[in-house]
């Protein structure tokens, strides 16, 4: 059955926020909670889910965050690492839509309501609000996490979610493809990205090939349907995307005229 | 704009086909605008009939060496730009009726559906000007359907300005994002000062305004495209290469709509009161704001 969250509106979100700042990990790991007197839910299309679900999710979440070093602030590499985790228990315990997945408020009541503390470890010394109030999907801490999962899995034969491919990304190459909606918006395309990224060369920088491929992908997206090509297709389109010539390159002259100084 | 494709298509007159329906109980209905009552419970099950003049579609589209060409219906979620998987189908000179279900765990709050005609194996030897990459769409078209909400919902919410950190003096605050990609239904917001108690009954009732409420919301509605019009303009030579359903691809849309010149109305020395004058005439021509007629 389809779960319904809770939803916490964007004015209840940023009064809740504000109320927040200057609080510690301790302090915040003390006033998390599983309901909250402001939340909505969808009218109908399946079950609210009960406050003991949502604490098993983040007692869950903070569990994989302690092998990680939480509450201690951590070195980037372990919590990008506990990003990975986190991705995969959300995905697994949130039994959501896409509609649902794509509503902010959940978001902002898992990040605000229940789980604040882990949003603070995660994104010390952040002080960006997108990361507790969802605008963008793709950078709030939790919203982000879900649809990476929901991108980058690859069903098993038996229909068990397979994260691997999810794990094989670094930090740079996820936000350069989920930050793309025309490209993460096609999840086998999205994967297919990601497979050219895990099989190329050694000596390939893939921040260098994610550079070049993604203009030029952009631009055929406006008249090749890429939902049509098998898996074996999007390969070998990308492949050959990323060894071609730029065959619609618009080329941007350096301006060397000294009167350009006066613009800087 | 014009869709250029970098390779020859068919003419529109050899393609076919009708309005999407859908299955009601045990009745086919037509598909408008909006499905009524949809949740996430409900898989939609929708079909066309599509024809087409293969052999004139291959000889227009210079695509006479036998290639595989089919049909792809498919649909994309408007607010989380999700694909579904397409139903694909070979061309046939028979009508042929193809049956598309969308589920709901994968759906959206609105969505596009999409019909095209592909080329479905790369071609190594094309000429140029035609078709050579797998998927290479030679005809589309694409019909909008919203499944959660009725009608063009504008993102609002009636809030309680002193606690959220604005004038309590103020009836309205458009929030609009800084960059232009996010999605337009996610990053702007309508703020209603709930202190204000005649505007809040005047947006939230649904018919029968009184003279003053409609007063009161065309106001507000032209103060909105006023603020969405002038947020494009200041981005105007970012809103090129936005993604669909974007707030820049929706605020460019609105832009053009509103000013028949936008690119002349981007200078930041232009006359401030000229430019409302002209996006406030803009509005009401189409149909938004006060009528004086």
């Known amino acids: ?264 | 704009m014009k869709d250029v494709r970098p390779f020859f298509v068919p003419r529109n007159d050899l393609v076919r086909v009708s309005t999407w329906s859908r299955l009601v109980e045990d009745d086919w209905e037509d598909l408008g605008a909006f499905v009524e009552n949809w949740d996430y419970r409900t898989r939609l099950h929708l079909r066309c009939h599509v024809a087409c003049d293969v052999a004139a579609i291959r000889t227009s589209a210079r695509l006479d060496d036998g290639s595989p060409i089919g049909w792809s219906l498919g649909w994309r979620a408007t607010d989380t730009g999700l694909l579904g998987d397409p139903v694909v189908v070979p061309v046939s000179d028979e009508p042929q009726t193809v049956v598309l279900d969308i589920p709901a765990d994968r759906a959206g709050a609105g969505l596009m559906l999409t019909r095209r005609i592909v080329l479905r194996r790369d071609r190594m030897s094309a000429t140029p000007g035609t078709a050579r990459w797998a998927g290479s769409i030679l005809w589309s078209d694409e019909t909008p359907l919203r499944l959660t909400g009725q009608g063009s919902a504008f993102p609002s919410e009636a809030v309680d300005f002193r606690a959220y950190g604005l004038d309590p003096a103020v009836s309205w605050y458009l929030e609009l994002p800084a960059t232009t990609d996010l999605p337009a239904m996610g990053s702007m917001l309508l703020l209603i000062n709930s202190a204000d108690a005649a505007l809040v009954a005047a947006v939230t009732r649904q018919r029968r305004h009184t003279e003053v409420q409609t007063a009161l919301v065309q106001a507000m509605e032209e103060g909105v495209v006023e603020q969405l019009v002038r947020w494009a303009l200041v981005r105007w030579d970012q809103l090129d290469d936005v993604e669909p359903d974007s707030i820049g691809a929706a605020a460019r849309t609105l832009a053009t709509r509103v000013l028949p010149d936008p690119d002349g109305w981007t200078d930041p020395h232009v006359d401030q009161m000229d430019l409302t004058a002209a996006i406030i005439a803009g509005a009401r021509r189409i149909g938004w704001g006060r009528s004086l007629a």
């Open chain 1, 1 to 264: 059955m389809t779960q319904l969250w809770p939803r916490l509106g964007p004015a209840a979100a940023r009064t809740i926020y504000f109320g927040l700042r200057r609080r510690t990990i301790t302090e915040l790991a003390g006033e998390a909670r599983p309901t909250h007197d402001r939340v909505t839910y969808a009218a109908t299309g399946g079950s609210r889910v009960a406050p003991t679900e949502i604490a098993a999710l983040t007692d869950d979440l903070r569990r994989a965050a302690t092998e990680f070093g939480y509450p201690v602030p951590a070195e980037d590499a372990e919590r990008i690492a506990f990003d990975r985790a986190a991705a995969e228990i959300l995905y697994a315990r949130m039994d959501l839509t896409t509609v649902e997945a794509a509503h902010n408020g959940i978001w902002n009541f898992l990040a605000l309501v229940a789980a604040p503390d882990l949003v603070l470890w995660r994104w010390t010394g952040s002080t960006n609000v997108e990361r507790w109030i969802c605008t963008d999907r793709t950078r709030h801490m939790f919203a982000r996490l879900w649809w990476q999962a929901l991108t980058f899995d690859t069903p098993t034969g038996d229909g068990r979610p397979d994260h691997s491919l999810l794990r094989s990304l670094s930090e740079s190459d996820l936000n350069q493809i989920t930050e793309r909606r025309s490209i993460a918006g096609n999840p086998r395309l999205a994967q297919a990205v990601a497979r050219l990224l895990a099989t190329a060369p050694a000596e390939t920088r893939r921040r260098d090939l994610l550079r070049t491929i993604t203009p030029r992908l952009r631009r055929r997206l406006a008249f090749v349907d890429f939902s049509v090509l098998t898996d074996e297709q999007l390969d070998d389109h990308l492949r050959v995307l990323a060894q071609a010539p730029d065959d619609h390159a618009t080329v941007t002259p350096a301006w060397h005229h000294p009167i350009a100084q006066t613009f800087e």
